[in-house]
């Protein structure tokens, strides 16, 4: 029985310049059901949702809507077709009221802007049971209410066809499940939809069926019903590697860097870190785990003194930290490597020499007005020898350096530098498995020589196997911090969804809760 | 001759006389800038509508070719812009500036061209006639403001009535919002289907031809007497740049800043028949050195700017895209 599906795409390839983001993809969803796309970070999922809302066009393969073959060479196409996208990033006007943002693409009132249109986006949301204030301007809205908007706006247009993309990035618990409500009734009146993700809780919670790719290739589509998380990560990440990572034991020193009752806003305004306490000590790897989006990046900006916070105390070695410039805090011997989705974004200059790169840090030290170049160039060789860096030269630019290469030139550069303090987020974002474990061994050595190491990290597995303590934060509140060989990889999945909160029962002490959790105690 | 009142009412109506090209500029600015474009070439633009204008004004002895002329003729450079910084993603800055000295380099080399057949506007007795104080009814007989505002020439009017319309056209009309959403914000305008492309085009090219109308004017109020060494348009091209930011892209508040910019700019010929007219209150005029009236206008120019930019976001008018390009597929 051969059923009609309302999309399916076919064979479709997307290449970047030399980058292929998509190869040989196939997709369907039926009317009526909610497809997850599964897939980690870079593996080409918002890429290939592109080419639905017409802002890519594929290179090759073709789409079938409703079982007819469709070009699709521009958002306005999509939106013809009956197909919406809600962005990551959302498509809104700031300075547009709600309303006005779905009036921008209306092309059934008259040319002249009339009154009653808040009236009619007003009496349109709430028969699809959305509250939204259609006067509301869109800077005024708290995320959540940006992403109802988008949701009205693509319905309003008439869309049968509804992309998220990881809506619930965003989200709090509770939002998230209201999102789930509205996208339960979306399917139940016959919309199909596809929702991004790469948390596979969500996944398993709202979808009929999962599509699976990595790296830009199409592994499989499962029932959601027939899998679990197990096999959803093995297709995920591909062949499952156990790895075998070293954790010296230290003589731990006192702690190096406390944080006190931290609060830190994030660019949009809402609390990205909320009341956060804890301290790293010396010869100790503090990981911290969480969602992606849940305070990780604000926190290790706020301290390297990039991003001003709103309250609390950072306590460097007994002096406050807090509002310091990021050159004074580099020099109290705190450094930070911090590696974004796009790897070279922040830290590095791409288009500079290693030998240049090394010197961007301490120019300044150089006597006179010319650059010292030699004392640079030495370093480079020293840290090229040192972490087995493949290149031409010390001063092959970076940019041409593979990914592995690159970070292995953040991290010795930090390193050089001395610090006493290594805040270091996701340093083998990306890199095989050869490559991460230089940067493990690297961290391991710093550790052993009395470095206090804040490890920002994705794979619970990793974690486990180096880090010395776990702290897991949940919408930017600390839900525990726990020794990492006493913990499960279930404990901690249940503390980042913020189901197991530990801090509220360490009177209980249950198993594996480090006394951490209450740094009062320890100040004592 | 030298009542007091007789002065002043001459010094506001020469406020407004000389100074509307400046709101044909602004305006022209503003629905440029709303499209998210930052057009540095106003000059440039406005010289080249005046030249072309008035020498096809000359020659069909026609007002109404005149302002044709000078819109087609400052919208090509419009053109030329949206050519360079929408399809070929040209910094828009520097494409301004150059558009700035091409427009500039034409005008002298179109009028140096036609040297001794260069035409006088006294032969072309529309663009004379065109250009003399037309009283309207009833609203000229308001004492003092009838004269100052209402027994203008017509080009006073219809730029005050292009201005009004604008800020209509931004404000009441879809097209007007669609235009408003590619200047804030493109990625938003092009995901519900707003064709961006056609959309920067249209009002580039609209927006140089209003600036070419004010190019136009200048030529008329110099009465067409080209010289080898000053341009007509004089610098009121970068002043309109900076009232489009003294308007907050208003257009209906760029009648209000033309006219306090016009203020200080007429100020540096009036100073001394009014400090003649009212020697107690305003004797103080003639102690003032001549410079620093011709460089008033420039320093309020830059106390605007100055002012703006600390203005919040929120409140501001300007587009929040202004001077990027955008390429859809970006990443």
Known sequence: ?524 | MNDPINVLTLFLFNIVLVNIPLLYGTTGEIVVEKAGSLNLGVEGTMAVGAIFGYLAGCMTNSLLVGLAVSFLAAGLCGLLFALLTVSLQANQNVTGLTITTFGLGLYFFVGKGIGERWPAMTGASALVNGFAPKELPLLSKIPLLGKVFFSQNLLVYLGVGIAALIWWYLSYTKTGLRLRAVGENPGAADSVGVNILLYKYIHLVAGSGIMGLGGFYMALYMSGSFEGSNCWINGYGWIAIALVIFANWNPLMAIGGTLIFGFFNTLQIYSGPLAGAFPGVLGWLNAVPAQLFKALPFLITAIVLVASSVRKREGSGQPAALGLNYFREER
Request: charged share 25%.
């Open chain 1, 1 to 524: 029985m051969e059923q009609q599906y309302a999309i399916e795409m076919r064979g479709i390839c997307k290449s970047f310049g030399s980058v292929a983001a998509n190869k040989d993809i196939n997709l369907t969803v039926k009317p009526g059901e909610i497809l997850a796309l599964l897939g980690e970070n870079g593996s080409g999922k918002t890429t290939l949702m592109n080419m639905l809302s017409g802002i890519y066009k594929p290179d090759s393969g073709m789409i079938l809507v409703d079982g007819r073959e469709v070009a699709i060479n521009s958002p306005e196409d999509a939106k013809k077709l009956g197909i919406g996208m809600v962005h990551q990033h959302f498509k809104l006007v700031d300075v547009f009221s709600a309303a006005d943002n779905i009036w921008l693409g209306d092309d059934k009132s008259g040319p002249v802007l009339k009154k009653d249109r808040f009236q009619v986006i007003g009496d349109m949301a709430k028969r699809f049971g959305f509250d939204i204030d259609p006067r509301k301007k869109v800077y005024n809205m708290a995320v959540s209410e940006k992403q109802t908007l988008e949701i009205v706006k693509v319905l309003y247009y008439g869309a049968q066809i509804i992309i998220l993309d990881e809506p619930t990035a965003v989200l709090t618990v509770q939002e998230t499940a209201k999102l789930f409500d509205v996208l339960r009734r979306m399917k139940e009146s016959g919309h199909a939809i596809i929702i991004i993700t790469h948390k596979l809780n969500e996944v398993l919670e709202i979808s009929d069926r999962v599509a699976i790719l990595r790296k830009g290739e199409y592994i499989t589509t499962v029932d959601t019903a027939t899998t679990d998380e197990q096999q959803l990560t093995e297709y995920m990440v591909g062949r499952k590697v156990k790895l075998n990572i070293d954790r010296p034991v230290v003589e731990k020193t006192r702690p190096l860097l406390e944080i006190r009752d931290l609060t830190i806003k994030n660019d949009e305004g809402a609390l990205a870190i909320d009341k956060v306490n804890f301290y790293i000590r010396g010869g100790e790897i503090l990981g911290v785990a969480g969602i992606a989006g849940c305070g990780q990046k604000e926190l290790c900006e706020a301290i390297a003194g990039l991003r001003p916070i709103e309250s609390g105390m950072m306590i460097h070695k007994g002096d406050n930290i807090v509002g310091l410039s990021p050159k004074a805090i580099l020099e109290k011997g705190i450094s930070m490597s911090f590696i974004p989705e796009d790897r070279l974004g922040m830290g590095l200059a791409p288009s500079m020499s290693i030998t240049d790169n090394m010197l961007l840090k301490k120019y300044d030290q150089a006597k006179g007005p010319f650059v010292d170049r030699k004392t640079g160039r030495e370093e480079a060789k020293q840290v090229v020898q040192d972490l087995e860096i493949v290149t031409p030269s010390t001063e092959t630019p970076v940019r041409r350096l593979s990914g592995g290469n690159v970070q292995k030139v953040l991290l010795g550069r930090e390193i050089k530098a001395g610090p006493n303090v290594i805040v270091t987020a996701y340093p083998v974002r990306g890199l095989d498995i050869n490559s991460s474990y230089a940067i493990y061994d690297i961290l391991n050595r710093q550790k052993k020589d009395g470095v206090g190491i804040l490890f920002v990290g994705e794979d619970l597995d990793v974690m486990m196997d180096l880090c010395d303590k776990i702290m897991v934060l949940c919408h930017g509140r600390v839900m525990g911090v726990v020794h990492a060989h006493k913990t499960s990889k279930e404990e901690l999945g249940l503390m980042m969804t913020g189901a197991l909160d530990l801090t509220n029962k360490y009177e209980d002490k249950p198993a594996g809760i480090a006394k951490d959790s209450r740094i009062e105690e320890v100040e004592e």
